[in-house]
């Protein structure tokens, strides 16, 4: 093989080279490229997930300032039970000495 064709093969291995490097380029951009639809879905999509945790986030206070609201009332609720157990607690024991009281009155009489 003399410098000529030496030359020629190495010009074309170089060339196809090149061409399967630019093809190759080309397929990888080509699967890789994110068109403007798919851009403006995905700015769709990230504004509903922004919408969907600002919902949550109302939702998680108003369950909270719920929740305080239901503690509080029940607390009260307690109170008010145990109140009134305790004067009944003390009816009861009035009653129990009524009736000692008036059974002592009657023997006597």
């Known amino acids: 093989m003399d410098r000529t064709q030496f030359i020629m093969v190495t010009a074309g291995i170089l060339f196809v080279a090149f061409c399967l ?3 190759a380029h080309w397929l990888v951009h080509r699967f890789t490229r994110v068109s403007q639809a798919d851009m403006d879905q995905l700015e769709r999509m990230s504004q509903e997930l922004h919408e969907a945790e ?5 939702a998680i206070t108003y369950l909270q300032q719920r929740e305080a609201e239901l503690t509080n009332q029940l607390t009260q609720t307690e109170a008010e039970l145990s109140a009134a157990m ?4 003390e009816a009861r024991q ?7 009281y008036v059974e002592r009155i009657q023997q006597q009489g």
């Open 94 to 100: 009035e009653a129990e000495e009524m009736r000692v």
């Open 54 to 58: 600002e919902t949550r986030d109302q």
């Open 21 to 23: 490097g630019w093809f």
């Open 86 to 89: 305790d004067g009944l607690r």
